[in-house]
């Protein structure tokens, strides 16, 4: 199976910072990974597909970059909308796997 | 609009039998790969089960293996997930999901929550 970790586990920032959360896989999975933002009782959202796809409806703010075994998801300016957990996932094989989540706090 | 409402939750014993289900709408549910994914208590998502388009391809994460089975009504645009043998680690808010490719999720239904526990 692919390991996926995130790090950090927590971000404390303050809107108009940017900021990058990295994920890791284990092995390589070409450039088949997302990115989700989930708020507290919520369902996760779409961001990023593809590794650097943005997801229709989303602000340009975020962005993802990376192949291979590294990743990363930058917010370029922090909004208040923005505080939540971020989720990185693999999809390049069975069983898909998700990164342990990155909350990013004030 | 795309919708997946998820049903079939509730409290069951340890070792009892639950099944649930998903009702989806606004899109072609016959040409998308569908899933379940699940979240525990002030944890982690994690992915359960895939089914593909026909219901002949379907992938298990190791630890619901011979325990939970994923199935699809096309005809009636819904997804299913029989969980047999179930355990306290199985509680979680249980997601039905839609992949909007290879693998990804782009459209998650509210969630349903399955508490094990005596």
């Known amino acids: 199976d692919i390991q996926m970790t995130q790090s950090p586990s927590t971000l404390s920032a303050s809107v108009g910072d940017r900021v990058t959360i990295t994920c890791r896989a284990s092995?390589?999975?070409?450039?088949?990974l997302a990115w989700y933002q989930q708020k507290p009782g919520k369902a996760p959202k779409l961001l990023i597909y593809k590794a650097s796809s943005l997801e229709s409806g989303v602000p340009s703010r975020f962005s993802g970059s990376g192949s291979g075994t590294e990743f990363t998801l930058t917010i370029s300016s922090l909004q208040p909308d923005d505080f939540a957990t971020y989720y990185c996932?693999?999809?390049?094989?069975?069983?898909?796997?998700f990164g342990g989540g990155t909350k990013v706090e004030i | 609009e795309v919708q997946l409402v998820e049903s079939g939750g509730d409290l069951v014993q340890p070792g009892g039998s639950l099944r649930l289900s998903c009702a989806a709408s606004?899109?072609?549910?016959?040409?998308?790969?569908m899933n379940w994914v699940r979240q525990a208590p002030g944890k982690g998502l994690e992915w359960v089960a895939s089914?593909?388009?026909?219901?002949?391809?379907?992938h298990y994460v190791d630890s619901v293996k011979g325990r939970f089975t994923i199935s699809r009504d096309n005809a009636k645009n819904s997804l299913y997930l029989q969980m047999y043998s179930l355990r306290a680690e199985d509680t979680a808010v249980y997601y039905c999901?839609?992949?909007?490719?290879?693998?990804?999720?782009?459209?998650w239904g509210q969630g349903t929550l399955v508490t094990v526990s005596s």
């Open positions: 089914i593909e388009q026909g219901g002949s391809e379907i």
């Open positions: 996932q693999q999809y390049n094989s069975h069983p898909l796997t």
């Open positions: 092995q390589s999975i070409s450039y088949w």
């Open positions: 606004g899109f072609t549910f016959g040409i998308f790969w």
């Open positions: 999901a839609r992949s909007g490719g290879r693998g990804y999720v782009n459209y």
